[in-house]
């Protein structure tokens, strides 16, 4: 079958640094997509991985190891507006995107 | 631009009612999608649409119809609500497959069914 994880709810501090982590099983694989979303709001794209290794933009990361079938976003320099959640999405073989349920992340001062 | 704008942002409706949400897009998209979220699951793809004049089914179609009868707009309606369609509805747009790029999403809409 064709599923996604990721942890539900974590908890930071504001200044620190927190990884993400996103598992996926997909029938084929085209890509890992990141959203964010505030509470309320729509999701926003984030980043997009479909090779190996690391892309970073600014304070944020994204990392995909297709092998693994794993994907982490980093955020640096916590900030409290980085509270929402954060949406993880594979793209299948016949470019269908499967999501996880989204982890709350919970910046605290 | 005003990107993705969906209408109305809020309805409550009673068991049995009909209602039709409306998705503009000024991005001149190919793709677009209808999509439901709820409490502790993933977005779930209700249906979309590759072009002008085309629909698919997605995830969980049922009790739902579509139609994209300008390039712009797609629609999405609800011909006999029930409480189990108690969601927040988002409309999204890409420029191709959902595979291959990012996804603009509309604001939601919080639909009640009583």
């Known amino acids: 079958g064709q599923n996604i994880d990721q942890p539900t709810e974590m908890t930071a501090t504001e200044g620190a640094i927190v990884q993400i982590n996103c598992t996926y099983q997909t029938s084929g694989f085209n890509g890992l997509f990141w959203y964010q979303q505030h509470a309320g709001e729509a999701p926003t794209f984030l980043s997009y991985?479909?090779l190996d290794g690391l892309e970073e933009k600014g304070r944020f990361s994204s990392f995909l190891s297709r092998s693994k079938g794993y994907s982490y976003l980093l955020l640096k320099e916590l900030q409290m507006k980085d509270s929402a959640s954060y949406l993880c999405a594979a793209a299948t073989g016949d470019y269908q995107l499967i999501w996880g349920a989204g982890t709350k992340l919970i910046i605290k001062p | 631009n005003a990107g993705v704008t969906q209408t109305p942002k809020f309805r409550v409706l009673k068991t049995g009612q009909s209602m039709t949400l409306l998705c503009a897009q000024d991005m001149n998209h190919e793709y677009m999608y209808w999509y439901r979220q709820d409490p502790g699951m993933g977005l779930r793809l209700i249906h979309y649409?590759?072009?002008?004049?085309?629909?698919a089914k997605g995830e969980v179609p049922d009790g739902y119809n579509v139609s994209r009868l300008k390039k712009q707009n797609f629609l999405l309606g609800l011909e006999s609500a029930a409480p189990s369609q108690t969601s927040v509805y988002f409309c999204a747009s890409s420029y191709s497959s959902s595979g291959a790029s990012e996804q603009f999403f509309g604001p939601g809409t919080r639909l009640t069914v009583l």
């Open positions: 649409s590759v072009g002008e004049g085309t629909t």
């Open positions: 991985n479909v």
